[in-house]
């Protein structure tokens, strides 16, 4: 199981147009669990995903979402 959620980790954010740190992948990685646990990694579906419940989520977590959401 661990390894799952570190490949999740991982790859939660991940895709060519945005590089997230490893601080920011931790900020949210709850509300990714909470929020989207079906969403499938890459493309940006993790971040349309989180911004779609931007109201529930985490100070931290919000403020990454904002800052990778596309405007």
């Given at each position: 199981m661990r390894?799952?959620?570190?490949v999740i980790g991982v790859g939660?954010?991940?895709s060519s147009a945005m590089a997230q740190t490893a601080a920011e992948r931790e900020a949210c990685m709850?509300?990714?669990q909470k929020y989207c646990p079906g969403v499938v990694?890459?493309?940006g579906r993790v971040i349309e995903c989180l911004a779609k419940q931007?109201?529930?989520l985490t100070p931290e977590c919000k403020k990454v979402?904002?800052?990778?959401?596309?405007?």
């Open positions: 390894m799952i959620l570190t939660m954010f991940c709850a509300d990714f990694p890459g493309g931007l109201d529930k979402v904002q800052s990778h959401a596309p405007k």
